[in-house]
């Protein structure tokens, strides 16, 4: 079993948090008896801060609540039993819908970056997960490194190369982001910025240079708000998980979610009921995965672009525009499929911009007209890239195993600060790392690879997804890596799909690198600070 850092609290601290947190000791825990306007603002400050969520909901969030009226109030005791009616209608009669009306704000802490993006998988889930652009990740947490201990790897004759290994690649890390920040501070001017933003601009600035030094295993916390329903498909998927981390940390989450919701999850552990479904789940992908490499796993990988643009509607603009008129007339859908193709082009332009409309900023799209047509990309880039872009909740997102055979990206900022071999080092290291555990772990041997690493997967989005999609990670606070994935695929969509107009729909795109990309961000959240104060 995983070993998870506790944290102490004084005896007036836990007194508080009793009432608000389903246990004080484990990683994973709900939140209750909260408004939710207050879950909300937690989870949003959490991204952005070091701290546990328990510990910042003291530092910051406690003195602004009334809690004189919780002192009888503890929630890690949980509850007795289920309403009756939910029990009846959701588990006697197996009505699903009923699951979707109850929600749960759920603190999922210390998991490695592997086990992240299993939490995320769901599209009808919200998720806030700790970000590497604010937070330095050589801090450490109970005197260690933070990332993810494999227990069967720890226990290995590998238990003292695993530990050794990552520790060295942290303390390159930190080296590293000590180089670069007092590089960039050296080579770009403050101007009229205040000190704290330029500080806090710079260091975000060094960060993201040098976060693909850091490992999979890096743990995060990540905060999900879900419904009973979402939950269950969550659990379901962990539990059929080959991953020991992922199932171990199903059961932390049933446990807790149980103490909110339980009538909701009584089918997850049931063998004839949520056992079957998750054992067909863990049999179709040993499977497929058997077929696949009998078939295919000989077969030498051809080189690829960073970003392909593999299957597209050559007709989408034409049927677009059938579907901006379809709910303002009468006729059916391949009559104005026919009626719009024998429109001129100045007939075309003049439904397609009123349809679009004065676009002022990225978060006025057009309305679902535009989800009429798709586009399937193949990308190859660093993993750190791929997490971000991931976390999108309209598409379909496949990725392949995270290895070091793909290579990986060093960026320029790095060389240019005078610390190209602290990375490669790092990254040989990773490498090597791998390759030992590869032998007698494959499912953990990710752990060791760097997030510089490059990984293949494929996005398949709608045009009304790529508007806010494109528009969003091109966005001059954007990370690199990212923001040239989504600069290419605009270019595709335009110039390979030759779908123009709906490219130039797409009019908030950023094409030109800033020097500091948190830097006009950082002077708006100073500027919004200053407002609120006067």
């Known amino acids: 079993m995983a070993v998870y850092v506790p944290e102490s609290f004084t005896s007036d601290e836990a007194d508080v948090l009793r009432r608000y947190f389903t246990n004080l000791d484990g990683p994973v825990f709900a939140l209750v008896n909260l408004p939710e306007v207050v879950k909300g603002a937690l989870f949003a400050r959490y991204s952005r801060s070091p701290k546990s969520l328990r510990r910042l909901f003291l530092d910051e969030f406690v003195g602004d609540l009334d809690i004189s009226g919780d002192l009888s109030v503890d929630a890690t005791v949980g509850l007795d039993r289920a309403e009756e009616l939910y029990e009846r209608v959701f588990f006697d009669y197996g009505d699903d819908s009923v699951a979707q009306l109850g929600g749960v704000h759920l603190a999922c802490e210390q998991a490695s970056n592997i086990l992240t993006k299993v939490l995320e998988w769901g599209r009808l889930m919200s998720y806030l997960e700790q970000s590497t652009r604010y937070i330095a990740y050589d801090s450490r947490l109970g005197g260690r490194y933070r990332y993810f201990r494999d227990p069967d790897v720890l226990a290995s004759p590998l238990g003292t190369r ?8 942290f303390d390159s890390y930190s080296n590293c982001t000590e180089v670069v920040t007092e590089h960039v501070r050296n080579t770009v001017d403050r101007g009229d910025s205040s ?3 330029y500080r806090t601009a710079t260091k975000a600035k060094a960060l993201d240079a040098v976060r693909g030094m850091l490992p999979a295993a890096a743990t995060s916390n990540v905060g999900i708000y879900g419904t009973g329903q979402a939950f269950e498909a969550l659990l379901l998927r962990m539990r059929a998980s080959p991953l020991p981390e992922s199932r171990e940390y199903a059961d932390l989450m049933l446990h807790e979610l149980r103490k909110v919701i339980p009538s909701f999850l009584r089918r997850v552990d049931l063998p004839n009921r949520g056992g079957k479904w998750s054992e067909y789940l863990a049999a179709t992908r040993a499977d497929t995965r058997a077929v696949v490499d009998e078939l295919f796993g000989e077969t030498p990988v051809q080189p690829a672009s960073e970003v392909e643009l593999v299957d597209f509607d050559p007709d989408a603009e034409d049927k677009i525009l059938a579907a901006i008129c379809y709910s303002h007339s009468t006729l059916p859908e391949h009559q104005l499929v026919d009626k719009v193709r024998d429109l001129g082009v100045d007939e075309k332009v003049a439904l397609m911009r009123a349809y679009i409309g004065r676009r002022e900023n990225r978060r006025h799209k057009p309305g679902r007209a535009f989800e009429r047509s798709f586009y399937r990309f193949d990308v190859l880039s660093d993993y750190g890239a ?3 872009m991931q976390r999108h909740r309209m598409l379909t997102i496949e990725w392949q195993r995270l290895t070091p055979n793909h290579g990986y990206s060093r960026p320029e900022l790095v060389e240019e600060a005078g610390a190209g071999a ?10 090597a790392l791998y390759d030992a555990l590869n032998v007698d772990f494959f499912e953990q041997a990710p752990y060791a690879v760097s997030m510089a690493y490059r990984m293949r997967y494929s996005m398949q989005f709608n045009a009304r997804e790529a508007i806010h999609m494109l528009e969003l990670r091109s966005s001059p606070q954007g990370h690199p890596s990212y923001r040239r994935v989504a600069l290419e695929m605009h270019r595709l969509i335009a110039e ?3 779908h123009h107009a709906l490219a130039a729909a797409m009019n908030h795109m950023t094409t030109e690198a800033p020097e500091l990309e948190r830097l006009e961000s950082e002077q708006r959240a100073e500027a919004r600070r200053d407002a609120a104060d006067s």
């Open 162 to 169: 695993y530990v050794g290994d990552l520790d060295r690649i």
């Open 195 to 197: 000190e704290f933003v």
């Open 422 to 431: 602290i990375f490669d080092e790092a990254m040989q290291r990773s490498a």
């Open 386 to 388: 791929f997490r971000d």
């Open 496 to 498: 390979q799909a030759g």
